[in-house]
């Protein structure tokens, strides 16, 4: 039986709303064990002979590879795009890291829990006196 590799899988998807709802399920499921959201990125792309330009959130998924498999039919049940961007690249971690990543994606799924947001802190500055 082969060990099984950290996979980060890439996607992209239209707005924060969308990714934080899917960043949600992955992680209350345990398929994935942490999930980065960047954006807006501009993508670029030929779709039906039409060159497209859309803001989007670009996802970093990290799993196991072999929870990729559930991670990909999660995103085609969940993802608003008719051919969602689905990237899986196995990936070298350090030891502990990966660790918790397995930990993460193999126990059973947990309680639905409401995602938060810290609160923005104000930042103040300091006059020089």
């Known amino acids: 039986m082969s060990k099984s590799r950290v996979a980060l899988i890439l996607t992209t998807v239209p707005d924060d709303g969308r990714a934080e709802t899917i ?3 992955l992680i209350t499921e345990r398929i994935a064990a942490c999930v980065n959201v960047f954006g807006p990125v501009i993508s670029v792309y030929q779709w039906k002979g039409v060159v497209e330009r859309e803001a989007e959130r670009q996802m970093i998924i990290k799993t196991t590879t072999d929870r ?8 085609s049940q969940m993802h608003p795009y008719d051919l969602p961007e689905l990237i899986v690249l196995p990936a070298d971690a350090g030891q502990a890291y990966e660790q918790w990543i397995r930990e993460s994606v193999g126990s059973p799924p947990v ?5 938060r947001r810290p609160p923005v802190a104000a930042k103040r500055r300091r006059s020089r006196s």
Do not use: D, I, S
Not at 68 to 75: D, F, H, S, T
Not at 111 to 115: D, G, L, S, Y
């Open 68 to 75: 990729a498999a559930a991670v990909a039919q999660r995103l």
């Open 23 to 25: 960043a949600a399920a």
């Open 111 to 115: 309680a639905t829990v409401r995602v």
